[in-house]
């Protein structure tokens, strides 16, 4: 996420300055050979000493750990946002750190694949970047976010972090744990007809692909709504089982009448 | 389904003769306009009278009845196959009204959209396309099918009906239903949220575009395997509800790394 926000924002404002600091110095100097970053430090310290936006793109679990290391080398306007796909717990977290300068944020970009190698100039063109502003937020430092953003060519989106949660718990956490049990299910059921799977498995399992890691540190990060998600999903699923039970075609019809009716809304709504 | 490959037909091979017929006469004269069809004919019996080859290219539920209706016009040696996704049933009632040159076809290509004007000459080009042959079939007219099938470009398999059934279950309807229902929940949890639905979200759902009554004849059709498909995923939707319900981040990870490895071993397996 962060080699492409800096191949990105070089690319489109030259006036655009970025330093970028990994953990791991390979990345650090990938990073520089491939122009995403024009400077890359030996500390985060360094990195944020002259910035005015600082963009957190670790993984959840590292982000206010890192904000705290960093939090004594911003400079006093500074504005901090995350890429981090869950928002309740880290937008309190920042907020107790450093205030209403801290923006949750949450770019809905990116694929299975992550890591410096995997970075991609318009991995941010047209997607939906999200920003959890609360009753604290900084309105000006929320604006810049914003501005970065668009620059990019991401479209923007502002929700408080709850709702936030509540919706990418839909149309993120549950497709990554669908995903991640039909490729277990059909490994288990039919491993010999792997050759013989068409597109709706594969699309339904392409984010199967992703890091487990990561993905347990989201789940665990987004629980409840996850949760919530993931139980309303199995009454679904159970009205479905009885009437394949039962044979009831009418309603297995009905089923996939209103649902397929709910897809349609969605795209409506997204175009 | 049946546009396409008159279409693929047509395009790689001029000696092929392809005769069409359509219950809808705007589909039949559609098929002539853009070469997918040699020949429209104005009844089913008129369009077999000479074929060596018949491809029964309509919804489950209407491949045995045609094939009744046509029964009577067929040459002594004409071969019959369809493009069911389901076979056990089909293959069953094909044998029981020619015998072993009834040879039950299941292409694995298609998308959400269907009807002649989503016909596309590429379709079947490196898609899977099954055949399954029991004790009574006939060989020359298995190797018949099986060749046509690879002038369009598809790999052949060959697998028992109920096999391919089992295997379907898995790599098709699951997904689908997976797909349907994850739809109708996002829509119902989280409707305002559309906007910012990502590339899972998208891939998870988009066969949630297929049509309804088609898929309630597959699911119908093949009601047994795929029930056993969807109570084995319920399984391990149950163990990672337990486990987000505890916050047990070990078991989230075990499940998660499993599944990617899961899905590992089918890219492997199939590529």
Same mark, same amino acid.
């Given at each position: 996420m962060g080699g492409s926000l800096g191949l990105a924002l070089r690319n489109v404002e030259a006036e655009v300055r970025v330093t970028g600091w990994s953990r791991n110095p390979v990345t650090r100097s990938k990073a520089l050979d491939m122009g995403a970053v024009e400077r890359a430090t030996d500390t985060p310290e360094q990195a944020v000493e002259d910035a005015q936006i600082i963009v957190l793109a670790v993984p959840v679990d590292t982000i206010l750990p890192l904000l705290e290391q960093m939090r004594v080398s911003l400079k006093p306007n500074a504005i901090v946002t995350d890429v981090g796909s869950v928002k309740s717990r880290i937008v309190a977290g920042g907020e107790e750190s450093? $205030? $209403? =300068?801290f923006i949750g944020g949450h770019p809905m970009a990116g694929s299975e694949d992550s890591g410096i190698? /995997? @970075? /991609?100039? /318009?991995?941010?063109?047209?997607a939906p970047w999200v920003f959890t502003p609360t009753a604290i937020t900084d309105s000006d430092a929320l604006d810049a976010c914003c501005q970065m953003a668009r620059m990019v060519g991401a479209k923007t989106y502002v929700f408080a972090p709850e709702t936030h949660d509540r919706i990418v718990a839909c149309y993120s956490h549950l497709p990554h744990i669908l995903a991640y049990g039909l490729a277990q299910t059909a490994w288990d059921l039919a491993g010999e007809g792997a050759a013989i799977s068409a597109g709706s498995f594969r699309d339904g399992t =392409?984010? @199967? $692909? /992703?890091?487990p890691s990561l993905w347990t540190e989201i789940l665990m990060d987004n629980r409840a709504a996850t949760l919530r998600a993931l139980e309303r999903f199995d009454k679904w699923s159970h009205s479905m089982k009885i009437a394949l039970t039962k044979g009831d075609q009418k309603e297995i019809e009905e089923l996939l009448v209103h649902a397929h009716q709910a897809h349609k809304e969605w795209k409506t709504t997204r175009s």
């Open positions: 450093i $205030g $209403g =300068r190698d /995997s @970075a /991609s100039m /318009s991995l941010y063109h047209s =392409r984010v @199967a $692909g /992703s890091s």
